[in-house]
Structures are given as C-alpha cells and as structure tokens.
C-alpha cells in the first residue's frame, strides 16, 4: 500500500492546472450575467439557435470541469452517474453483465434512448446497439457537461427520448497543460491512475487555433472475492436465528418453506447461494430430489443438498474490472477568409477492460457408460434404475451431467476497442444576422473480444459418452477419438486428464465494427423584431444526412452453438440510413415593457429513414418562457420525439443469455401461485409431475434463453412535457433557484418478446394460462424432459426472446437545483476575501413504470421506490473558497426503497402484495455518502488537489436475489468503500 501511494504521489508530482474555484461545481440555468462578454451570442445545447443568454426552455443542469476535478474523476461515467438525473447503465464496475464499456442512462430510460453529443455533434459509438462508450471522451479537457431532460429528436434527429448530454471540450488554449490523478481504495487496492496534456496555441497572426492532447489510463482489478459483502452469493432463505455474520450478511441456512421460517425458529435472511454447477459433477435427474452429487475421491455419489453443495461463484468475479487506455487527438480552426472559417477534430482510443467469471458451468445430456471404471457399484446400480430400456439394452444411460471446469482455470473475455473519429467543416457569416454551418464527420470502432474458457459441447460430450475396450476405457466416438479425444473424468474433484482438458477447452476471437457518417448543413440568424422588442427572432433551418452501420462475427465456434462458458451468438450485420430537414424558431414577443419577457419557441424536423417499417416519420416540439418581473421565469414545453431502431434490434444474430428470472412451474415461484391450475399447466408443458414447484425445475437464479434481432420494427415515440420556473431573486444576489416538472412516456418501446424471459414466464403461466397462447409459443418443447428446467446449461433447450415493439416506459417527477454564493469579509490565507459556496440538485421520482406488452395494461411494474430506484436523490456540494486555497464537502444522498417483488407480483391480471416479512431487504433505507475534497494553488501554474470519497466507508446493502452482480447493484452503490485521491495540474 505504501509503494502505491508513493506511486501516486510521483504521479501527482508531475501534473494539473491551477484554476480558481469562484464558481459551483454544477449550475443549471445559469444567470444572464455568465453569458458571453460584450453581447455576443452564442449557441446553448437543445436548440441551434445563437442568444445573448443562458436561458432555455428546456431544463438544463452543467456540469463544470470544476466537478471532475473535486471528484477525482479519471473517466467521465464516475461524476455523472452521481447526478439524479441519471442512473448507472454500464459502469466500471459491471463485469456479469458488461462488456467493459461505460454508458449514460438518463431517467432510466436506457443508453440507447440517451442521445451523446461532443461539441454539439453525434460520437463515435461502440457496437451494433449504436450507444457511446464513455471511456472516449477526453474527461481532462472538459469545460462543461450539459444535461437535457426530454426528447430533443425535432433538434438533433433520433435517439433523443430521454434528453441529450452534451461534452463540450475546452476551446483557445493556449500553452501546455501536463496533469495527472492517482486513486487507492482504503483496502490500498484497485489503483486507478492516468496522465495527459494538450498543447494549445494560435497561429497565422490569430486566424487559425489548434490543440493535440494525449491521455494514459489504467485501473487495476479487485475481485469479489476482496470484499466481506461479496464474498459469497447469497440468496433469500430461512436462516437459524442469531447466524447472520454482520459482514457477509449469510447466515447458516435452515431450509424449509419461507412462510414456515420464523414459526421453526429460524429467521427469513440470506443464505448461501450459489450455481447446482460445481467442480465435481452432479447427476440432476437421477435418485429423485436434487440428484446426485459425486463424491471428490470419484466413484461414489450422496444425494445433493441445495445451498450446502451449491458452487460459490463470487470470489472468482471481478468488482471492478481493469482497464487500459491510451486516447489522443486534436481540434483547431482556420479563418480562410472573412466569411469563411475551416475547422477540424480527430480523435483515437483504444481501450483494453477484460472481464473474469468463475470457471465454465456445463450441464449437457449425455449417454454415459453404466460399467464404466469411473463409477462404483452404487453409482452404477443408480444410473441403471433411471436408464430407458432401450439405452439399458446397450449398457448406457442417458442423463444430464452438471459439471464446472475449475481446472481448466476461470473464464476470461479481453474487450479490446479502437476507434477513431474525424470531422471536418466550415461555418462564417452570409451576412451580418445570418450565419452558415456545414460539417462532415465519420467515425469507426473495432472490438476485438478474445475469450478464454470455453468450452465445446460437441467435444465435452464425446469425453463424456465411453466404451471400454479391451479393457481400455475410450472415447465412444471413432471421429472425435481421431480427433484427439480422451475420456473426461469429472466424477470427482481434480481427476480430469489434463489432455482431456485440452481437447474440450477452446479459445475464441470475436469481431465487432461500428461506423457512423454524418452531414449536416444549417444556416441560423435571426429575422428582425417584432412589436417594437430590442430581440430579434432567431431561427435556424437545416438538413442531416446520416448512415449507421455495424457488425458483429462471432467466432465459429460461438457461431455453431457447439459452446458452453460465454454467450453463442450468431453473426449480427446491417445498416440504414436517414435524410433530414428541420427548422427552428424563436420569437421574442414582450421585452422589457409592462413584464420582464415573454418568447415562444418551436421545432420540427422530418425524417425520411431507409428502413420500410420506419419510412418518413416528423417530430417537433413548442415552448415558452415568461417572466413576469426579472426576478423569476416560468417555462414549459412539449416534444415529440424518436427512436429508430438500431442495428442490434433490427439484425441482430441469435446469441445466448442469462437473464435472472422466476420459473413458475419452479420452487422459485411464491407459494400463493402454487396452484393446480399452474400444476397442469407446468406438466402439459413438460415438467414432470413430481418435479412441478421443485428445485430441479430451476435450479439456478439464471435461465439460459436466445436472443435476437426482428427485421420488422418500427420506431419508438416519445412525448415529454415539462414546466417549471427559474428564480433569480435580486433581494438576495448570486442564488439561482430552478424547480422543474418532467413527464415522458414512450410508446411501441422496443423490448424483449413478453418483455423479457421473466415476464414472458409469468404471462404464459400466470395471465394467459393457455399454451395455444402466442405468448407461450417460447417455451414449447423447450424443457429437459427429466428435470423439466429450461436452458442448455440445464440440459433442456434455450427459449427464443426476441425483439417486438411491445412496451411502454413512463416516467415523471421534479427537479430542485440551487447555487448560491456569498462573500466572506475575512481571510485565512491573507486574500483579499474568501467566500462560501452551495451547490444542491435533487431529484422527486413522482412515477417510473414499465408496462411489458402494452396491449396488457394491468401489468404495469412499479418501479418507483424500489431498490436502486428511490423516490429521491440529492447531491449537495458545500464549498470554501479561500485565494489559492478551498476545501468541499460532497453529499450523495440516495433514498430507501423497497424490493421490487412486494408490490409487483401477479397473480394473472391482479397484483398480490407479498408479505414484506419474507423478504430479507423488504425494504432497503436510505444511503449518504460523504466526499470531502482540499485543492491549493501552490504557484499561479501549479495546482494540488487531494480528497477521499466515501470517507466514512459506508458498506453497500448485501441484497441476495434483489441484486444485480456483486450481492448489490454496483454503480448505483458505491462498491469500493473508502477512497483517497490526489491529483495535480501544471500549465505552462
């Protein structure tokens, strides 16, 4: 730990820029007075149009520099998932799921309905989901971060449902800036720590800027296995009373019913959980109940026992996930001449995150050898009792085998990513009110994904189905023995032939690509006034052409299907384009006369999308601001906005997933619909009769289901209202007040079929209760005729869920911001004067529902208020600010929520609140975070900046089935616990 922080500190010694710290770390809707100097206009983020001010119809927060650098932020993704507005997507600390990206979930509505903008213009995007990874973003060169509420799609064309964030990076350096930042948890582990510089200078007597800036990242891993509270997987269960230990969260397991628990003695908690896949392999549907488990010696079996023998996968998984950057480019301008002006931006990254899982689980059916030398005469006499007649003739039996290949070492994906992007234009004045734009941009990513640890189902079951021959136990396959094959002994722990190993274990590369053209042209100015108004109407008119493209090819192995570890997938690969116009407009009608201002504004474009489903479609938006007195305005505005559906969606290949979900002909399933009509249902299905509401139905949290794209979508629409007023008292100077109400709902969501596995089980099972339903359509035939489970992981078959335009997301609450200011008239550090800052943005969660198939109503899922979900959430900053000298303090305040299936459960079309009694986190309370940040100007060049975040070390809530990796849900919690930074600028 000591060698790291001296590590740091030689960093830190080397770099970052002194800046003053006057302002907040975050305003919204800043006062007239920031505007630029002399009157000039200019152009802020959700219109095109250039004013003399800040102000905007649309709610605004910003983001300032100022934030990244109190924050210790080395990626983009670690300031703005602590805004309200946003919750985590993909995250640095999402390894299963993940795919080593960071993205931006606005309002919950998902990344892909996030639009992100670097200077005003699209970003390059990372995979056929068309989303931008963070991690591209230069974060040491940003001036500020513009957070828009609403469908924005009449400005800036699809995408734009939830808002838009724009990146604006800092423009006319001049000089060299060096800097660097080095953080350590206060278990001294997962170091994080980068580098970088931009050079900026003018030339050619003025006329032309330009800046090239590089940047060095790298992050080191911490597994699971490094923290108390995800040690262990746990699961919901009845524990022995007194049992749970206060760090892991588990307790001793009691097992029974759950509504039995407390009358037994015991206590509804955490249990050890775990996958039925372990590292000696299990005979799931032989000896009735869980089935078998083999002794470690080999030979033998006992039967099962579900948690005790379930495998903990946790300590194996990483918490947060490496990575390696390297990122460079540059931006500059040239005045060719008066009216015209060339400017250009490029940019490269390539990133390296891999992601580690526990070992390969494989559950296969396979045709074993009864007299087998591996098995003894128990095992032997157990496999004969379950064996057909037909394979009992040839000596055989046909079981499904669970095994999970601990010797051939953990899995291992490498996500490598390059990409670049280049853009180039010319922009000037027509005349003295009108100006033009025109631009061209283009970008490319290239994912290389190389994986370690699969494993060949064709090839493992070969090692699985012997002979013995000549006393010579063999592969029973004559192709797959000239192939190298030798029989796999997983009947114990550790007696698996290596060379066996070898032969079933493959290797896999995966390509990704994806591009992005983009034109566009506009001319903007305004028009002259109207009723005698000192402001002139703006407008801004226009046309976008843009063309997206992807690709995804698997490896062949994956391709096949013949692969068991990471997800089989099958080659992904489309494109379309759109050819736009749009105009804007805004009309200043009352200026500084009877009332303080009144404008309308309005927007509309229309898209004409190469996709058949699509075709044209318009979207628009209109508002207003009114501002009585100059001391507060009132705004609103509506917007209809789009998503086209993206590459994945439309041509996406079949790959496989494991989503987690409840089974309802499964143990899993609450004892209230336990009932004969589900019975009947589950054994016309498949289940077996006597395995209907057991563990072998589903013995994991996760079912193994296909997933894919649908040729046939259309588009999603969006409608956002917002209202709400600015407040500026001029009785109290610097406090700026903003209250804002949002209302979006989107319609024709693009979801999973069913929306999603889970739900798709519980409307075929529990609303539809008819298998000729098409939402049981997935699940016919799907089943392991033995165990009745689903899945190949389970020795059945995986369920088709692909993509439909099937759901509705809703969402509305408001947003409170203020920042105030006030001068001091003493120093500590013999300045002319210091002053106190508060900066303060909350979040009302009012409503956030989620209806699956919208042509079901009555199944509308609840989500505000529950975990991760809370109705409020509020930073607050608190800073002093003295000469060269300021100290902050940050609160990150997440409110309590309760476990999403208390109050959305179903019994058909009725919900059922469950009993919150057996529930180990019925209800989650409320989560603070307190980060405390010092910063001096050591020379008017050099500037020290050193904090902890999270300084009291507040552990996340340990939620066993509630979660979503890790025991909690990382990224929306803080995972790490404690952690120092120290960082420094230099400019020159």
């Given at each position: ?160 449902i939830a808002g838009v964030v724009n990146f604006r990076l800092r423009q006319n350096i001049d000089g060299i800036i060096l800097g660097g930042n080095y953080s350590l948890t206060g278990k001294g582990d997962g ?189 032997q006499a157990a496999l004969a009792a379950a064996a057909t007649p037909a394979d009992l003739a040839l000596g055989r039996s046909t079981q499904n085998v669970g095994f999970r290949f601990n010797q051939s070492g ?139 493209s992807a690709s995804y090819t698997p490896d062949t192995f994956l391709a096949s299907g013949d692969v068991i570890g990471f997800n089989a997938g099958q080659p992904t690969g489309g494109n379309y384009n759109a ?410």
């Open positions: 730990m000591t060698s790291r922080f001296k590590l740091g500190l030689l960093t830190s010694s080397l770099l970052v820029a002194a800046g003053s710290f006057a302002a907040p770390a975050m305003a919204q809707d800043q006062s007239d007075e920031s505007a630029a100097s002399d009157n000039q206009a200019i152009v802020v983020t959700g219109s095109r149009i250039a004013r003399t001010d800040l102000s905007s119809t649309s709610p605004t927060a910003v983001v300032t520099a100022e934030e990244f650098l109190l924050s210790g932020a080395t990626n983009v993704e670690q300031v703005l998932n602590t805004l309200p507005q946003v919750l985590p997507g993909v995250t640095s600390f999402s390894n299963n799921p993940g795919n080593g990206a960071a993205t931006l979930n606005l309002r919950n509505l998902g990344a892909q309905r996030t639009l992100v903008l670097v200077n005003g213009r699209r970003w390059m995007f990372y995979d056929t989901n068309q989303i931008v990874d963070l991690n591209t973003i230069p974060q040491f060169l940003l001036e500020g971060v513009d957070v828009v509420t609403g469908g924005q799609s009449a400005v800036y064309g699809s995408d734009a170091a994080r720590y980068d580098v970088n510089f931009a050079i900026g200078t003018p030339f050619a007597d003025g006329r032309g800027q330009v800046t090239i800036y590089g940047n060095y990242l790298r992050r080191e891993s911490i597994f699971q296995g490094a923290r108390a509270y995800s040690r262990f997987a746990a699961g919901d269960g009845c524990v022995r009373a007194g049992t749970t230990n206060p760090q892991t969260g588990v307790g001793t397991n009691l097992g029974g019913a759950l509504g039995t628990c407390v009358a037994r003695g015991g206590e509804i908690g955490l249990v050890p959980g775990g996958s039925p896949s372990t590292p000696i392999a299990t005979l799931p549907g032989v000896g009735g109940g869980n089935g078998l488990i083999f002794n470690p010696t080999g030979g033998g079996t006992r039967p099962f026992l579900n948690p005790e023998d379930l495998y903990n996968f946790a300590p194996d998984n990483y918490l947060q996930l490496p990575q390696e950057r390297y990122l460079f480019g540059g931006y500059g301008n040239f005045q060719i001449t008066d009216g015209i002006e060339a400017y250009a931006e490029v940019s490269y990254v390539n990133s390296q995150v891999n992601q580690e899982l526990a070992p390969t689980p494989g559950g296969i059916a396979a045709s074993l050898q009864i007299n087998s030398p591996f098995f003894n005469a128990g095992t953990p899995r291992n994906s490498s996500q490598g990513r390059s990409a670049f992007r280049i853009m180039t234009g010319v922009r000037g004045e027509v005349v003295s009110n009108i100006n033009y734009d025109l631009y061209y941009m283009y970008s490319r990513t290239e994912n290389t994904q190389f994986q370690q640890g699969n494993v060949s189902v064709s090839r493992y079951r070969a090692t699985l189905e012997t002979e013995t021959v000549g006393g010579v136990t063999r592969c029973r396959d004559a192709a797959a023995r000239a192939a190298g094959c030798v029989p796999l002994n997983v009947f114990g722990q550790g007696l698996a032939n290596p060379a066996a190993l070898r032969y079933v274990t493959i290797n896999s590369t995966n390509l990704e690509t994806s591009d992005i053209q983009n034109i566009v042209g506009s001319v903007s100015g305004t028009l002259g006034s109207i009723f005698g108004n000192s402001e002139p109407i703006g407008f801004a008119v226009g046309g976008e052409y843009r063309r997206v050819k736009e116009v749009f105009a804007e407009l805004r009309i200043p009608l009352v200026n500084d006369s009877f009332i303080h201002r009144l404008e309308l504004t309005g927007a509309a474009r229309y898209s004409d999308y190469s996709l058949g489903n699509v075709g044209g479609v318009w979207t628009y938006a209109g508002g207003g601001e009114f501002a009585p007195i100059e001391d507060i305005t009132f705004r609103g505005q509506y917007q209809r906005a789009v998503r086209a559906p993206n590459v994945q969606d439309l041509f996406g290949g079949q790959s496989v997933g494991f989503p987690q979900a409840i089974d309802p002909c499964s143990s899993r399933t609450p004892v209230a619909l336990q009932t004969a009509t589900i019975r009947a249902l589950c054994v016309a299905n498949g289940v077996p009769a006597a395995n209907v509401f057991t563990t072998a139905v589903q013995p994991a949290q996760q079912i193994q289901a296909q997933f894919g794209g649908n040729p046939n979508l259309g588009e999603e629409t969006s409608d956002t209202f917002t209202i709400g007023a600015v407040i500026r008292p001029s009785f109290i100077p610097r406090l700026n007040i903003t209250v804002d109400y949002f209302n979006i709902k989107v319609k024709d969501s693009i979801n999973l079929f069913g929306g999603g596995l889970n739900s798709a089980l519980q409307l075929c099972f529990t609303v539809a209760q008819d298998l000729t339903n098409p939402i049981c359509s997935i699940f016919a035939g799907q089943r392991n005729p033995t165990t009745g489970a689903l899945g190949e992981t389970s020795g059945g078959l995986n369920p088709p869920v692909l993509s439909a335009n099937i759901a509705t997301l809703k969402t509305s609450g408001v947003d409170v911001q203020v920042d105030y200011n006030v001068p001091l008239n003493f120093s500590l550090t013999g300045s002319d004067e210091s002053r106190l800052t508060l900066f303060f943005l909350g979040t009302y969660l009012d409503e956030y529902r989620t209806t699956a198939v919208a042509a079901i109503p009555e199944r509308v899922t609840i989500g505000e208020g529950t975990i991760a979900l809370p109705k409020w959430r509020h930073t607050v900053r608190l800073g002093y600010v003295d000469g060269p000298a300021q100290i902050s303090l940050r609160w990150r305040y997440n409110g309590p929520g309760v476990d999403s299936r208390i109050i959305n459960t179903f019994n058909g079309l009725v919900r059922t609140a469950q009993d919150p009694a057996l529930f180990p986190n019925a209800r989650v309370g409320a989560f603070s975070y307190f980060d405390l940040t010092g910063s001096f100007a050591v020379t008017d060049n050099f500037q020290l900046t050193a904090g902890v975040n999270n300084m009291l070390n507040k552990r996340p809530p340990i939620l066993g089935a509630a979660q979503e990796q890790g025991n909690n849900v990382p990224g929306f919690y803080d995972p790490l616990g404690r952690d120092f930074f120290v960082s420094a600028r230099l400019n020159f």
